[in-house]
């Protein structure tokens, strides 16, 4: 069974950046693709940015340019590192592995931007 952990959320004043981490265990971790998401309050869960297991990327339009994604296959991690957090990147934000429909969840990290 595939269970993901996040890590590296908190409060960030507007303008910093963070790098959350999500440890993949229990299955091949290579041949997964992997996701963020977040969900802030009242809205639906969103894509952030994915990663297939090539490495090619993908990125919601609303995090593009400030955003990275990427994955270390040895570790079995995969990170986000945002920059210039805005108010509006406040959200518990979730790991995927296998896409959102089918595939497996982390318990979310919070992340709050506010001064």
């Known amino acids: 069974q595939v269970q993901l952990v996040e890590s590296g959320g908190g409060l960030v004043q507007p303008g910093g950046s963070l790098r959350l981490s999500c440890k993949f265990s229990?299955?091949?971790?290579?041949?997964?693709?992997m996701g963020w998401y977040r969900q802030a309050p009242g809205k639906e869960r969103e894509l952030v940015a994915g990663?297939?297991?090539?490495?090619?990327?993908n990125y919601a339009d609303s995090v593009k340019g400030r955003s990275t994604i990427s994955r270390d296959n040895a570790k079995k991690t995969v990170y986000l590192q945002v920059n210039n957090l805005k108010p509006e990147d406040t959200a518990v934000y979730y790991c995927?592995?296998?896409?959102?429909?089918?595939?497996?969840w982390g318990q979310g990290t919070q992340v709050t931007v506010s001064s």
């Open positions: 995927n592995a296998g896409g959102a429909a089918r595939g497996f």
């Open positions: 229990g299955s091949i971790f290579s041949s997964y693709a």
């Open positions: 990663i297939s297991p090539g490495g090619s990327t």
